[in-house]
């Protein structure tokens, strides 16, 4: 079946521009999580949907991230007036959550270049 | 509350050779545990998982992992690297109140390197 996917795979835009990224879930799959990976780092959570709610949205880095879910499948990220530190790969990742399946899967991500 | 400690940032063997790469970690509830691999310029695949059932867990590639309650240890072993093998592996923990949400917390990653 279909996994995780992610739309645009690169963006590059200039600082202070808003960018909008697409995360489409495995079919089913309530949960849905946003992370980001800087070069050579390890993975910052971002903010966790269950359905279309965010009971956590703690590490968002600032007022300039936002994140919705819809319809209980596809999410959007947004930042608004990129900075040159936004620059990273965004993940994203689905899971059941239930009956013992609570395993990740993966998006390819979107690299997020801030000129 | 939950941390995961991988206790190697990087570690390098010959191909051939045993893989060890080590996790320990915490929580307050029974986890679940998870071994995931990053190739460069990939997103990250799922490796093994444990869910409270078989403590020696199997997975995709000839790699396995060993829950050790006692020692809150989750390393992740194989018996011949593989060049393919080379990689960023990240060791997740996982667990929630009965009824909560499962929100993983992810270690900050080891990186394996494999020499010919």
């Known amino acids: 079946g279909a996994g995780v996917s992610q739309s645009p795979s690169n963006k590059v835009t200039e600082k202070g521009k808003d960018v909008e990224l697409r995360c489409d879930p495995i079919?089913?799959?309530?949960?849905l999580y946003w992370y980001r990976q800087s070069l050579g780092q390890g993975l910052e959570f971002l903010i966790y949907?269950?359905?279309?709610?965010?009971?956590?949205k703690s590490g968002l880095p600032s007022d300039r991230f936002s994140a919705e879910r819809t319809g209980g499948s596809v999410s959007t990220l947004t930042i608004q007036r990129t900075q040159q530190e936004d620059s990273a790969v965004y993940l994203c990742?689905?899971?059941?959550?239930?009956?013992?399946?609570?395993?990740?899967?993966f998006g390819p991500g979107t690299r997020l270049t801030v000129t | 509350a939950q941390s995961v400690t991988q206790l190697d940032s990087h570690v390098s063997v010959s191909e051939g050779t045993p893989v060890l790469l080590r996790c320990n970690y915490s929580?307050?509830?029974?986890?679940?545990l998870f071994w995931y691999v990053q190739h460069p310029n990939k997103g990250l695949q799922l490796l093994l998982k444990?869910?409270?059932?078989?403590?020696l867990v199997k997975g995709i590639n000839g790699f396995e992992a060993e829950f050790k309650k006692s020692e809150t240890s989750f390393h992740l072993t194989k018996p011949s690297a593989h060049m393919s093998d080379a990689a960023e592996y990240f060791c997740?923990?996982?667990?929630?109140?009965?009824?909560?949400?499962?929100?993983?917390?992810f270690g900050r990653g080891t990186s394996l390197i494999v020499h010919p």
């Open positions: 990742a689905s899971s059941y959550q239930g009956q013992g399946r609570y395993e990740q899967y």
């Open positions: 079919s089913g799959h309530t949960a």
């Open positions: 949907f269950q359905g279309n709610s965010a009971p956590d």
């Open positions: 929580s307050s509830y029974s986890p679940s």
């Open positions: 444990y869910t409270s059932a078989a403590t």
């Open positions: 997740v923990v996982s667990s929630s109140p009965s009824g909560g949400s499962y929100i993983p917390t």
